[in-house]
């Protein structure tokens, strides 16, 4: 059951690029701000009814460190990497986490990095390469270069966040809504130091962006913390491989993208390089 929560989870993150992108010209920290303070206020409702929950919030140093890093750090990196590059080319960029979650958990205790897990990550490189570049050519577009660097670093992020997190099994779920506020408040000091306000302009834009507070960038976090910590994050990590596809096809059916076979392509190196990796978490119970 934990790992269909976790699986919910997957299914909400499709439609992040969808909505970033329908968000308006935001800028990243205010934009987490926003999505975050709603995100939060979803356990925090939740208290109502549940006022002991509150006592939860109270976790050592290091946990609220992994949690805040993990959510602030991946969102704004995820969110500069959408505005400095084409949506389709960085989502998929973005979505090479969960190779990295299959890798780094092989890499665990009483686990054994194996050939295939190589070389899927590889395949997944393969499909990166194939992202970023022009009509199938070699080297980057030197104007989207930073936008595939953010997106680069928001997969490792978030990987290394989800890996650590199975560290922490006991701290609950609830706990989740503390992290959310602490990356709220951080974004909005940001924003005030950084960046000048920019409010959506039509009423599309806010829908947009309190669709991303109460999904992606709300309830997602819930079901995946859930998920990771009381369910099986190797079986979540191989499931996670339908991310990129989903978030694609979602862009495609919107309009925000173009299909293409240089897409598509990118799209089945990436999952049949996760697939490969996964290999024995995917077949095991078949020997």
């Given amino acids: 059951m934990a790992t269909l929560v ?10 992040l690029a969808l909505f970033t992108a329908g968000s308006g010209q935001v800028p990243p920290f205010q934009l987490s701000a926003m999505t975050f ?4 206020c979803l356990g925090i409702l939740s208290w109502i009814w549940r006022p002991q929950a509150i006592k939860k919030l109270c976790q050592p140093a290091i946990v609220w460190l992994v949690g805040v890093v993990g959510l602030f750090g991946y969102h704004f990196l995820y969110f500069t990497a959408l505005r400095n590059a084409p949506p389709v080319d960085a989502s998929l960029i973005a979505y090479l986490w969960p190779l990295l979650i299959v890798v ?11 050939y295939y897990h190589i070389a899927g990550t590889l395949l997944g490189l393969g499909g990166m390469v194939l992202v970023v570049t022009k009509g199938g050519g070699v080297g980057f577009e030197a104007r989207y270069g930073f936008g595939y660097l953010m997106a680069a670093l928001c997969a490792v992020t978030w990987a290394t966040y989800s890996l650590l997190s199975r560290r922490f ?22 924003h005030l130091l950084l960046e000048q306000t920019v409010w959506p302009e039509t009423t599309g834009q806010w829908i947009a962006i309190v669709g991303l507070g109460l999904l992606p960038v ?20 191989a499931a996670s491989y339908a991310a990129p596809l989903l978030s694609t096809l979602v862009l495609i059916v919107a309009g925000a993208a173009e299909p ?28």
């Avoid at 976790?6 to 439609?15: P, R, V």
Wanted: aromatic share 10%; charged share 15%.
């Fill in 37 to 40: 303070a709603i995100g939060a």
């Fill in 6 to 15: 976790g699986f919910a989870a997957i299914i909400m993150w499709a439609l």
């Fill in 104 to 114: 780094g958990s092989a890499l665990m205790p009483g686990e054994k990095l194996k």
């Fill in 169 to 190: 099994k006991q701290v609950p779920t609830d706990a989740v809504t503390g992290f959310c506020m602490a990356t709220a408040l951080l974004s909005l000091l940001c």
């Fill in 218 to 237: 709300g309830a997602a976090f819930y079901a995946w913390d859930y998920g990771v910590k009381r369910g099986n994050i190797q079986v979540l990590g």
């Fill in 260 to 287: 293409s076979w240089r897409i598509l392509a990118a799209c089945l190196l990436i999952t049949a390089g996760a697939v490969l990796a996964a290999k024995d978490m995917i077949f095991k119970r078949k020997s």
